[in-house]
């Protein structure tokens, strides 16, 4: 089992920055893939950026790419999502996912992640 627990997330004005954090307990930190998932009011949930176990690859969705960066500190068993030019549009709740490294599913998917968080709300104001 591995325990996951975003933090971090908040009231920002657009334009803004933001870091969400993720700490994991459990097993080994770095026998994991890990994701950044959110889900607005009223929307499904969907694929933000992805890391491998590593931290050697890393994965965006189009509309983050250039803004957001993953990053992962195994040392410190934490994920990490540095948020910048926040638009209203990325209000959500922002989940963080583990699934194994061994695992050859998307990591785009989020059926393919084994472990999830209870989310952190992220609010960005016009």
């Known amino acids: 089992q591995v325990q996951l627990v975003e933090s971090g997330g908040g009231l920002v004005q657009a334009g803004g920055s933001l870091r969400v954090s993720c700490a994991a307990s459990g097993r080994t930190f770095s026998n994991y893939d890990l994701g950044w998932f959110r889900q607005a009011p009223g929307k499904e949930r969907e694929f933000v950026a992805a890391?491998?176990?590593?931290?050697?690859?890393?994965y965006y969705a189009d509309s983050v790419k250039g803004r957001f960066t993953i990053s992962r500190d195994n040392a410190k068993n934490t994920l990490y999502l540095q948020m910048n030019s926040l638009k209203p549009e990325d209000t959500a709740v922002y989940y963080c996912?583990?699934?194994?490294?061994?695992?050859?599913?998307?990591?785009?998917?989020?059926?393919?992640?084994?472990?999830w968080g209870q989310g952190t709300q992220v609010t960005i104001s016009s």
């Open positions: 996912a583990a699934k194994s490294r061994l695992s050859s599913g998307s990591y785009r998917v989020g059926r393919e992640y084994d472990y």
């Open positions: 890391i491998s176990w590593s931290g050697g690859t890393t």
